[in-house]
């Protein structure tokens, strides 16, 4: 059990959260009353969200801190900001993360190779670091770590380094959940499915038309849209008092559904 009172307004800190998955959970935990801390990688991302979130949101706890996760001391900063303007921060959600072109390892330029690396394991060791002191100074608090492919140890040509991250990521959920016993801080992972975001339909090539007809076929199965799953996540994560909580949109059970459902449904989520 974990010491954060439910009953309190949650103050909550999400890692790239100036567009994408990351906008939807800020957008959707502050329409349950959160206050929530805003941050993209860099200062006109952070703002250009917060300015759209406060039109929403007018009354709301809303702060931009812009923040590079594959530096040590912007992500201090950010913990060390909201933790000033909020008086504490009950979930830390490490979501900031890059995907990769879909290439053989071989292929894949060295510079995004290091810049996955940088964001996707060595900005959440960092996030996992600074929010795992606080929170352990605090007594209590929840760090989520946000899963993708390659999480569950699956295997997809072309996602080797971005799946390598991903899967790295769980273990250290794991184990930090493990070291965070006795601390009054919980550990938990996120598994979003697939989502139309920038990070998927930005690297789709849309050039060669078989692609792209297999690609949007699957996507109108599977896929969501981000405002979807953060509704699904966000009164779990806030409804979470346990040490190494698992919270999954795209279960095995909802792949069949959707795809045995298909033929009916004929769901939409890319149109042309
Ligand atoms: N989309 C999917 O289908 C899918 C599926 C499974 C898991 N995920 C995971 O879900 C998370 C969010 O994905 P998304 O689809 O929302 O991606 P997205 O639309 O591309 O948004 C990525 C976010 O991460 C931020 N970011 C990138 N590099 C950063 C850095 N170095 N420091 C701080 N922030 C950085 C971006 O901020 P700036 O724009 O300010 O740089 C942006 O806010 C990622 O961890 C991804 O791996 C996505």
Same mark, same amino acid.
């Given at each position: 059990m974990v010491a954060v009172d439910p009953m309190k307004e949650q103050r909550i800190v999400i890692t790239g %959260? %100036? +567009?994408g998955l990351g906008l939807a959970l800020a957008d959707e935990f502050l329409s349950r009353g959160c206050a929530v801390a805003v941050s993209g990688s860099s200062q006109a991302s952070t703002e250009a969200a917060v300015r759209a979130l406060k039109e929403k949101y007018p009354s709301a706890r809303i702060e931009g801190i812009a923040c590079d996760v594959r530096r040590l001391e912007e992500v201090e900063r950010l913990w060390e900001r909201a933790r000033q303007l909020f =008086? =504490?921060? !009950?979930h830390w959600i490490n979501n900031a993360g890059v995907g990769q072109a879909m290439l053989p390892i071989w292929e894949i330029e060295s510079e995004e190779m290091e810049n996955i690396t940088r964001t996707d394991i060595l900005g959440v060791l960092y996030g996992a670091r600074v929010a795992m002191r606080g929170m352990a100074e605090q007594g209590a608090g929840f760090i989520w770590f946000m899963e993708g492919h390659g999480s569950d140890g699956r295997i997809m040509k072309g996602l080797s380094v971005y799946g390598t991250a991903k899967r790295a990521l769980r273990y250290l959920a794991a184990a930090l959940a493990v070291e965070a016993r006795g601390t009054g801080v919980a550990v938990g992972t996120l598994s979003p499915g697939i989502m139309i975001t920038e990070f998927t339909m930005g690297r789709? !090539? +849309? %050039?060669d038309a078989a692609v792209w007809q297999r690609t949007k076929r699957i996507f109108n199965i599977l896929a969501d849209k981000p405002e979807t799953v953060a509704s699904f996540l966000v009164p779990r994560i806030l409804a979470s008092h346990a040490n190494g909580k698992h919270i999954a949109w795209l279960t095995g059970r909802k792949i069949l559904v959707r795809f045995l459902a298909a033929p009916l449904l004929k769901r939409r989520v890319i149109e042309e």
């Open positions: %959260s %100036s +567009r =008086g =504490g921060v !009950d789709i !090539d +849309r %050039s």
